[in-house]
């Protein structure tokens, strides 16, 4: 990989455009540090201390730390994917967008374009949304109708240039915007993860076991990385073969190929709807007042707070399903079957049609179910490990997803800069 890297580093085209994701990314960074007006930071960041393992938790991973301080870029990038989501859940259900989809480049500029007013409009109720719970929590400075006119659109605008540099990546840069600011803001968070394992292996009831810790969990955490990396390179791949044809006096077709099924080709989507939910009863419970020690709301917020056996599980069972729901939204095994019956292909020992379709249906669910428990080890796995070591380490709760983003990102990227190379006939990081 470094290899690639270097290569890359020394042809022109691929440098500027290295070189301009990079800029990007500083410039993203640096708005996620920029404070705004009449907003109390500290008295922010205490109470999402005192919410773990609700939404805003995972919402604050996912931005940065800019959500628990309440800065420019604190909806972070979730708007737009969001809209990206119902935009594809849209073109689905309704068949005016589906024709829209299918027709072309002009067609997904429209999309695009729908897609980022329904951002803005995200962006809009986000902003009220949590200006709103800063409000009734006392972390504004000021109540008055202009002070909160200036924070809402400052929120929305953030949303809004958020999009903004997404896209720029995506039409001058290397890589997708998306993925690449959730990778930027994934690994902000580094630092702060490492000096709170540092802190829990010092401390004074762990002194005599503190290198045996720290080596297990090196070498769990190396372990987890390697079996992520295979996972997600994984794929199924049928036969398929194309029947030959006579047109004048050329033969064309004839030739082998293969559909590849990548093992999670969901991604981390089921963990970000499963996130969703089973984090939704701990997000109400701050809403109120904590209740008393030992009565019966308490015990049902500890019962669905991410530290008891039940969340754990819940977690586990609604990643499979969604992982299912995904595929079923994502990937249309009839439409594969019939593309191959028009251009004369089909799978060895399965018939053209149905037949066709009906197999990869079966591929495909036997599939899903391996990518399906993979994504639910790696999710639940830093629960499990948190219930075992207690609060001291509640900041790696959400490790498992946030890993997969940032492995699969790192992934998609290496890939694309490979794929850039190729196409320039340069093969260096081959040799």
Request: glycine fraction near 8%; include cysteine.
């Amino acid at each position: 990989m470094l290899q690639t890297l270097r290569s890359a580093i020394k042809i022109p085209e691929l440098r500027r455009k290295m070189l301009f994701t990079v800029f990007i990314m500083v410039l993203y960074r640096i708005g996620a540090v920029v404070p705004v007006p009449y907003v109390s930071s500290d008295v922010l960041g205490y109470l999402m201390s005192q919410g773990e393992g609700s939404i805003f938790q995972y919402l604050n991973i996912l931005s940065g730390d800019a959500f628990s301080k309440a800065t420019l870029f604190a909806l972070s990038i979730s708007p737009y994917i969001t809209a990206s989501i119902v935009m594809q859940l849209l073109t689905i259900a309704i068949p005016a967008l589906e024709k829209l989809q299918k027709s072309g480049e002009e067609g997904k500029k429209k999309i695009t374009q729908i897609t980022r007013y329904v951002t803005v409009a995200l962006g809009l109720i986000t902003a009220y949304g949590y200006y709103m719970y800063m409000r009734n929590y006392g972390v504004l400075t000021d109540t008055g109708v202009f002070a909160a006119i200036v924070i809402i659109a400052c929120y929305s605008a953030g949303t809004a240039l958020i999009m903004w540099l997404a896209e720029k990546i995506n039409e001058s840069g290397i890589g997708n915007g998306i993925s690449l600011i959730l990778f930027a803001n994934i690994v902000s968070s580094g630092p702060q993860i490492i000096s709170v394992l540092i802190s829990f292996i010092t401390s004074p009831t762990l002194r005599s076991w503190g290198t045996v810790i720290a080596e297990v969990i090196v070498i769990v955490a190396l372990a987890i990385v390697v079996f992520v990396v295979f996972i997600t390179n994984s794929e199924r791949r049928l036969p398929i073969q194309y029947a030959k044809k006579v047109v004048g006096r050329k033969m064309y077709g004839g030739q082998s190929t293969h559909l590849p099924l990548k093992l999670n080709m969901s991604g981390v989507m089921p963990i970000i709807f499963a996130n969703s939910i089973v984090a939704l009863p701990s997000t109400i419970a701050l809403l109120f007042a904590r209740p008393a020690e030992g009565s019966f709301w308490d015990k049902v917020q500890r019962f669905f707070s991410h530290t008891s056996w039940f969340y754990a599980l819940l977690f586990f069972i609604l990643i499979i399903a969604f992982s299912y729901f995904y595929i079923a939204i994502s990937f249309n095994p009839i439409e594969v079957a019939n593309n191959l019956k028009k251009n004369g292909g089909f799978i060895p020992g399965i018939r053209p049609g149905k037949p066709t379709s009906d197999y990869i249906t079966k591929v495909l669910g036997r599939i899903t179910l391996i990518g399906a428990l993979f994504l639910g080890f790696i999710a639940v796995f830093p629960l499990v490990v948190n219930m075992t070591t207690g609060s001291a380490l509640g900041s790696i709760a959400f490790g498992g997803s946030s890993l997969l983003i940032v492995i699969g990102v790192a992934l998609e990227t290496y890939r694309e800069i490979e794929a850039q190379m190729t196409m320039r006939h340069y093969k260096g990081f081959l040799e």
